[in-house]
């Protein structure tokens, strides 16, 4: 494996002093910096990619230096060791690719206008001014900016700007110097920016921003939020936030979701900007990522990571506390079941995978490191282990283990056995033993519950779906019963628990493990276990229910049950009412259709569920909204309606109808709650090239970002071979479709069997230019693992191993293709397996 050099151990920085001018119109920008440090060798060197250095200076005498453009470095020859200060001089080029100096578009008035921001983590300060670009190398920068100002330009950085009347003399922005901090979290944006701010309690200045092209109003939701987060996490951390401000700036291209830049936080626009028609589920998104960034303030950049492959403690850490944070500040949210849906559903199937990455990973090289901001793995997996790890300890526990750690390490870097320390210093237990079989090890136990002679069994074995090679890894389990008479803990293989018929008596209801499913384990229950929970059914609450129903689904894709047994789990739930547990039942339909052939009788069969298990809540809600409505009935009513119209009922067919011809003028101002789905019947109803324009041209003109994802969803719908021609190519024009948006609509056209053969070969026909339009972003590998969820025929198996099993040497996408490919074939050996038991199931209904 190729490793690099860390250049933190031949000269250690303490402040940088960076100038820089950047000129619009050429895209290039020219600096200087001025690096005060301790120099531990003669010969030192510091990153650089992409830049001309022009001039290396000690006490004004210019140094011997040279460029190392393979290994983005430049050797310094120094005369001395010791305390120093070095001068660079250096210029470099602004490119479209969204890391480092970039561009963002934005139109107003049908004029292109444009942004300028940056995008440092993971390793791309470099390409902005030479400077030691690893997380351990933490120092002050004060920073000052020129540009090409026009009237009403407005420049943003991590600290407020200071000397302000001198900048209208000169016109250079100058900000404040910075607490210590790495080099990725450095930030800036400029351009015309407009903003609304506020105050915290302890005087903390908040600043929501955005570009002209959107509505001021449109910041009022984020900035009212992120007040609210900063506040209680000052009281939860026990710790002040530590700089004067806290300013959010949704950028119109962005690579990620968010970055937490201290002091200045930036922000894909649908992550950031609210409008007043908005669904509640896009406010809950927005409000978790502003809550997972501002967490990052002190976990990720107050304390950071000493090095990449403790990526988890950031980035765990901050998708756990968004959640506690928003249930906080509005609890009416339910906010815990959000990650119950989305979290859980994608941890527990991609860590399921033989093959798959351990939370904790070790790092090599930078070119590894986009492939661990895996979301199903460091977010979501690893928030799991650190909501687990929470409820084990207890909450007041946790938070004081917290407020230990960052007052004790507070501008300093950690690794993962820091943060245990703190835990185990606050709780008394030994939390290192506890986590480290979660963290080091991939996948999970699957535990097995058995009755056999009046003895309970429970066992652990790793859960595999698809094709593995079982490693005889163990965990830690808490087995959070509802029962007592039971350990705490599974920490072998098997125990067994004599005389069951007594723990039956001295106990109220079925049996049940991993209560409240905070844990990362499935549970199988086998025989009577599994038939008295069942039988418990009403009782059991929401998250159970959706438990169960999840378990299930699982274990059938795992092979460990019989995918047609779960045709009669979800076809009997036509009475639950209940947001979590239809969601898992949407799934288990969802995975049913794989079985099915179009236009065929086991299709109609699966309709004909789907319209029996949500017609009770289409009846009860509708289309409309109703006054009072709680804002679950809002998600409810959108799997409904999703539901009876792919049921091709003809009352829903026909008023998803008439809503779009009564805002057919204005298809925007449609109810955004019900949008997506009465766009998509327009076109699968009633298509014709005039929607289909009128559908482009709106994605082009809207500044709504949710809004788009909608049309997007909608257009997939095409059944015109012109249309999806014209959609192909507008996929590589960057003013119709935005790199950062282009996944989307990949994933949406490849799981459309009219669309699917042509998106695909233009995936293969032109991976060049994807790989050089989003090849330094952290979503490229998207490219790789969207085909690998869709496919399921030989066909489309052979072809994906052909075109990427060559690219398996490519260090940023040879996790994801190997997985890919083990993907597809699980899937395939699923549908062989289990299709004609399951298409007989069907055809009963």
């Not at 990153?47 to 470095?73: G, R, Y």
């Not at 929501?208 to 000052?234: C, G, N, Q, W």
């Not at 320390?421 to 979660?438: P, Q």
């Not at 086998?526 to 699982?554: P, S, T």
């Amino acid at each position: 494996m190729m490793s690099v050099e860390h250049l933190i151990t031949k000269f250690i920085p303490e402040n940088y002093n960076l100038f820089l001018d950047i000129d619009r119109p050429s895209k290039t920008f020219n600096g200087n910096v001025a690096i005060a440090g301790e120099a531990l060798e003669n010969h030192i060197s510091l990153h650089q990619k992409d830049l001309t250095i022009t001039a290396v200076l000690l006490d004004n005498e210019k140094l011997n230096f040279q460029m190392d453009d393979e290994n983005e470095a430049v050797h310094i020859d120094l005369p001395e060791t010791g305390s120093l200060t070095l001068v660079l001089e250096f210029s470099g080029v602004i490119t479209d690719n969204m890391s480092g100096i970039y561009p963002s578009y934005y139109i107003v008035d049908g004029v292109k206008k444009e942004i300028i921001s940056t995008q440092f983590e993971s390793h791309f300060a470099r390409q902005a001014f030479p400077c030691i670009d690893e997380p351990e190398a933490k120092a002050t920068f004060d920073f000052s900016l020129k540009f090409d100002q026009e009237d009403g330009d407005l420049a943003l950085s991590n600290m407020p700007e200071i000397n302000a009347d001198r900048r209208q003399e000169t016109g250079v922005w100058t900000f404040a110097t910075t607490p210590r901090m790495s080099s990725y979290l450095l930030a800036f944006a400029f351009g015309q920016l407009q903003g609304k701010t506020a105050y915290t309690k302890n005087g903390t200045l908040v600043g929501s921003y955005a570009t002209v092209a959107h509505k001021p109003s449109e910041l009022d939701f984020s900035l009212d939020i992120a007040v609210r987060v900063i506040e209680f996490y000052e009281d939860y951390f026990g710790v002040h936030y530590p700089i004067p401000q806290s300013l959010h700036v949704a950028l119109p291209d962005f690579s990620a979701g968010a970055m937490e830049n201290w002091g200045l936080v930036t922000y894909r626009e649908v992550y950031l900007l609210v409008d007043d028609n908005s669904t509640v589920s896009s406010r809950q998104q927005v409000a978790l990522v502003i809550a997972h960034e501002v967490a990052h303030q002190w976990f990720g950049n107050l304390v950071t990571m000493q090095w990449w492959d403790d990526l988890w403690l950031n980035e765990s850490f901050a998708n756990m506390m968004e959640y506690v944070a928003v249930d906080a500040i509005e609890p009416n949210w339910n906010i815990f079941e959000d990650f119950q849906t989305s979290g859980v559903q994608a941890a527990l199937k991609r860590d399921a995978t033989d093959g798959v990455q351990s939370v904790h990973v070790e790092v090599n090289h930078p070119d590894e490191i986009n492939t661990l901001f895996d979301a199903a793995i460091v977010y979501a997996k690893g928030s799991r282990l650190m909501h687990m790890l929470r409820r084990w300890l207890g909450d007041e526990a946790f938070r004081a283990g917290l407020k230990i750690y960052f007052e004790r390490h507070q501008y300093g870097n950690t690794v993962g056995r820091d943060l245990w320390s703190a835990l185990s210093e606050a709780s008394g237990r030994n939390v290192a033993a506890f986590m480290d079989s979660w963290l080091e090890q991939p996948g999970y136990p699957l535990v097995t519950v058995k009755v056999e002679n009046d003895t309970l069994t429970i066992s652990q074995k790793q859960f595999f779906i698809g094709e593995n090679e079982p490693k005889n890894r163990l965990w830690q389990v808490p087995l959070n019963s509802n029962w007592i008479g039971l350990p705490d803990t599974l920490t072998e293989e098997s125990i067994s628990i004599p005389n069951y018929s007594a723990l039956v008596a001295q106990n109220d209801g079925a049996l049940r493990l991993n209560t409240d499913n905070t844990a990362h384990y499935l549970t199988q229950y086998e025989g009577e276990l599994f038939d008295a929970i069942m039988a418990d059914w009403e009782n059991l609450d929401k998250i159970a229910k959706l438990q169960v129903i999840q378990e299930r689904r699982l274990l059938a894709e795992a092979g460990e049950l019989s995918y047609s047994s779960l045709v009669s789990l979800v076809a009997n739930l036509t009475e639950e009412t209940d947001y979590t547990v239809l969601d898992a039942v949407a799934f288990v339909l969802t995975g049913l259709k794989r079985f099915v052939d179009e236009e065929s009788a086991e299709e109609a069969a699966l309709k004909r569920i789907t319209a029996n298990v949500f017609g009770k809540n289409y009846a009860r809600l509708g289309f409309e909204k109703a006054e009072g409505e709680s804002d679950e009935d809002e998600f409810i009513r959108q799997y409904a309606i999703s539901s009876m119209l792919y049921a091709e009922n003809a009352d829903a067919i026909e008023k998803a109808k008439a809503i779009f011809d009564d805002y057919k003028d204005d298809i925007e101002k449609i109810p955004a709650a019900i949008r997506a789905e009465v766009l998509t019947n327009q076109v699968k109803q009633a298509e014709t090239s005039e929607l289909t324009k009128l559908l482009m041209d709106t994605y082009v003109s809207t500044t709504d970002a949710s809004f788009k994802r909608q049309l997007v969803a909608a257009l997939a719908e095409t059944k015109s071979t012109d249309m999806l021609e014209t959609i192909v190519a507008a996929f590589e024009n960057k003013d119709i479709i935005k790199p950062q948006d282009l996944s989307a609509w990949y994933m949406n056209f490849l799981r459309k069997p009219f669309a699917q053969e042509r998106v695909w070969e233009w995936a293969r026909k032109d991976w060049e230019w994807i790989k050089n339009a989003l090849g330094g972003d952290m979503s490229f590998d998207a490219f790789v693992i969207i085909p690998a969820a869709i496919f399921k025929t030989e066909e489309r198996f052979k072809e994906y191993k052909a075109f990427f099993e060559p690219q398996l040497t490519d260090m940023a996408l040879s996790r994801n293709i190997s997985m890919g490919i083990k993907d597809i074939a699980a899937r395939i050996n699923l549908l062989t397996d289990n299709k004609a038991a399951v298409v007989a199931e069907l055809l009963k209904y």
